[in-house]
């Protein structure tokens, strides 16, 4: 005879709502020791972890000793270049960035229905969907919800990727990289970029018709760092090519930069077309840019919105995702197909 479990009671997989994280609690479990495991986690290093909380190491590996003694198992285990997390400690540290990141909901809420606002948005985003979809996006959430405040960053995805895991972003729009489990993330592709090539106003460059491979070794260059898509994907143009790489390179990922060594050398950088058409607009040091017309072109795999798997998003986050997501259909409608 099978037992009769009834809707509201507690079963034995599940404790009732008023139970719920008790005994981790009961056994001594504080906050701070969810802060230092993730804390780990990030940085790698006991050492490196306590100076992100602004504690001594000593007090730290105490806590760590307190949290092992707590949860009964190893949670860490020293390398050569200090410490991994057992798989106990990985999975205790997801759970602890879980926790963190709704406590942070939970303030970021509050403040939302204190103050009659919208709330908050974190944004992380490759260049190109910067301009094509963050832009508009970022347009109508200002027009319709004015106390909704946004917060965009724009990287590489390798670093983007780590820090949404990390909760520094509710979504991006970005690429998973190949060295992440693509199982921790909800993606859908939205968008396909192409890039090119940028130069200053005057450039040797600009007085020829067509520019090929060829003509760039010679020139100092402005990349993205290394084992970023696009930098990879010139690298591969230049091989395919049988060209020498260019010898002289800057690596950097701030835009800005790059635009200002671009109009202050005879320098060469790859950047989104779609940041390049903007730049070399109307007005001031950006219309100093100019793109290069080539015989080749820079292709790049198509990027995505990325989310954490079971992580829910925000209402402001939500909205403004399903903005960018509603755009992207416009602009791409055989990509973001749903």
Same mark, same amino acid.
């Given at each position: 005879?099978?037992?009769?479990?009834?809707?509201?009671?507690?079963?034995?997989?599940?404790?009732?709502?008023?139970?719920?994280?008790?005994?981790?609690?009961?056994?001594? !479990?504080?906050?701070?020791?969810? =802060?230092?495991?993730?804390?780990?986690?990030?940085?790698?290093?006991?050492?490196?972890?306590?100076?992100?909380?602004?504690?001594?190491?000593?007090?730290?590996?105490?806590?760590? @000793?307190?949290?092992?003694?707590?949860?009964?198992?190893?949670?860490?285990?020293?390398?050569?270049?200090?410490?991994?997390?057992?798989?106990?400690?990985?999975a205790f540290a997801r759970r602890?960035?879980?926790?963190? /990141?709704?406590?942070?909901?939970?303030?970021?809420?509050?403040?939302?229905?204190?103050?009659?606002?919208?709330?908050?948005?974190?944004?992380?985003?490759? %260049?190109?969907?910067?301009?094509?979809?963050?832009?508009?996006?970022?347009?109508?959430?200002?027009? %319709?919800?004015?106390?909704?405040?946004?917060?965009?960053?724009?990287?590489?995805?390798?670093?983007?990727?780590?820090?949404?895991?990390?909760?520094?972003?509710?979504?991006?729009?970005?690429?998973?990289?190949?060295?992440?489990?693509?199982?921790?993330?909800?993606?859908?592709?939205?968008g396909v970029e192409k890039a090119? /090539?940028?130069? =200053?106003?005057?450039?040797? !460059?600009?007085?020829?018709?067509?520019?090929?491979?060829?003509?760039?070794?010679?020139?100092?260059?402005?990349?993205?760092?290394?084992? @970023?898509l696009l930098r990879r994907r010139?690298?591969? /143009?230049?091989?395919?090519?049988?060209?020498?790489?260019?010898?002289?390179?800057?690596?950097?990922?701030?835009?800005?930069?790059?635009? %200002?060594?671009?109009?202050?050398?005879?320098?060469?950088?790859?950047?989104?077309?779609?940041?390049?058409?903007?730049?070399?607009?109307?007005?001031?040091?950006?219309?100093?840019?100019?793109?290069?017309?080539?015989?080749?072109?820079?292709?790049?795999?198509?990027?995505? /919105?990325?989310?954490?798997?079971?992580?829910?998003?925000?209402?402001?986050?939500?909205?403004?995702?399903?903005?960018?997501?509603?755009?992207?259909?416009?602009?791409?409608?055989?990509?973001?197909?749903?």
């Amino acid at each position: 005879m099978h037992e009769a479990i009834f809707v509201g009671q507690p079963t034995p997989e599940r404790p009732a709502d008023d139970q719920l994280g008790v005994g981790l609690l009961r056994s001594g !479990l504080k906050l701070n020791h969810l =802060r230092m495991i993730v804390a780990i986690d990030q940085h790698k290093q006991v050492s490196a972890a306590a100076a992100a909380l602004n504690i001594s190491q000593p007090a730290a590996s105490r806590m760590l @000793t307190e949290m092992e003694s707590i949860v009964k198992v190893p949670l860490c285990e020293r390398v050569s270049r200090g410490v991994e997390l057992t798989q106990f400690g990985q999975a205790f540290a997801r759970r602890a960035r879980t926790i963190l /990141l709704e406590l942070d909901e939970v303030d970021r809420e509050i403040a939302a229905l204190k103050s009659g606002a919208g709330g908050t948005v974190f944004l992380g985003t490759v %260049a190109a969907p910067a301009i094509s979809l963050a832009v508009p996006a970022i347009q109508q959430v200002s027009a %319709a919800y004015p106390g909704i405040e946004v917060n965009v960053r724009i990287e590489t995805s390798n670093v983007l990727a780590r820090e949404l895991i990390s909760s520094r972003h509710d979504f991006i729009m970005a690429r998973v990289p190949d060295d992440l489990d693509p199982r921790l993330f909800h993606v859908q592709e939205i968008g396909v970029e192409k890039a090119c /090539l940028i130069v =200053r106003k005057g450039h040797p !460059l600009t007085e020829k018709e067509t520019v090929s491979l060829t003509d760039l070794p010679s020139y100092d260059w402005v990349f993205q760092p290394p084992g @970023t898509l696009l930098r990879r994907r010139v690298e591969e /143009l230049f091989i395919a090519g049988d060209v020498p790489l260019p010898a002289t390179v800057v690596n950097t990922a701030s835009l800005l930069l790059t635009v %200002a060594l671009v109009c202050s050398s005879n320098a060469i950088a790859p950047i989104a077309l779609d940041m390049a058409e903007f730049v070399t607009g109307n007005g001031g040091g950006p219309s100093e840019v100019r793109i290069l017309k080539t015989d080749f072109d820079i292709d790049i795999k198509p990027y995505s /919105l990325i989310a954490v798997k079971g992580r829910e998003l925000p209402p402001s986050a939500k909205l403004f995702y399903d903005l960018i997501l509603q755009r992207s259909r416009m602009l791409f409608p055989d990509r973001a197909d749903g």
